[in-house]
């Protein structure tokens, strides 16, 4: 998907993907979203 350009790489490691259920239950359970900041103040930056 990152490839492609469909999401940033940093977006397409949130994706979770297993085969057994309870250890995508596991998985969404322990998951964490990196600290990417809001899109809003980096588009503010960059038009600066």
Known sequence: ???SGFLKP???RCV???ND???LL???ESFR???L???IEKMAA???
């Open 1 to 3: 998907m990152s490839r």
């Open 10 to 12: 940093e977006h397409a």
């Open 16 to 18: 979770l993907v297993e």
């Open 21 to 23: 259920p309870n250890q």
């Open 26 to 28: 596991a998985a969404m």
């Open 33 to 35: 979203p990196p600290d």
């Open 37 to 39: 900041g809001k899109w």
């Open 46 to 48: 960059e038009a600066r």
